[in-house]
């Protein structure tokens, strides 16, 4: 079993910039591909962004593309999202997910392609 925790979430004024890390553990660890979701009050999960495990390719969603920033450390097993320039709109609980079976790229926006899922951190940006 695979264990994704978030953490890094919290509070912030519009414009303001916020990372979250997700630590990945559990029976030897391989992702092929890790993501970034997240789901506001009465809307549903939506894809954030994405980063292939071994080449490192990274996939946004058009509303968070140019503020924020996916990366990962191999060693650390550990996949962050850099969030800068943040908006009322980016209030929502970010979820970290893993995908131990990547092959296509177009499917990384899909919340279906992934294997496990963290526990989410809450993010709220006031105006």
């Known amino acids: 079993q695979v264990q994704l925790v978030e953490s890094g979430g919290g509070l912030v004024q519009a414009g303001g910039s916020l990372r979250l890390s997700c630590a990945a553990s559990g029976r030897t660890f391989s992702a092929a591909a890790m993501g970034w979701f997240r789901q506001a009050p009465g809307k549903e999960r939506e894809f954030v962004a994405a980063i292939t495990w071994r080449v490192g390719g990274t996939y946004y969603a058009d509303s968070v593309k140019g503020r924020f920033t996916i990366s990962r450390d191999n060693a650390k097993n550990t996949v962050s999202l850099q969030m800068n320039s943040l908006k009322p709109e980016d209030t929502a609980v970010y979820y970290c997910?893993?995908?131990?079976?990547?092959?296509?790229?177009?499917?990384?926006?899909?919340?279906?392609?992934?294997?496990?899922w963290g526990q989410g951190t809450q993010v709220t940006v006031s105006s």
């Open positions: 997910a893993a995908d131990s079976h990547y092959v296509l790229s177009y499917r990384l926006v899909e919340a279906n392609e992934y294997d496990y």
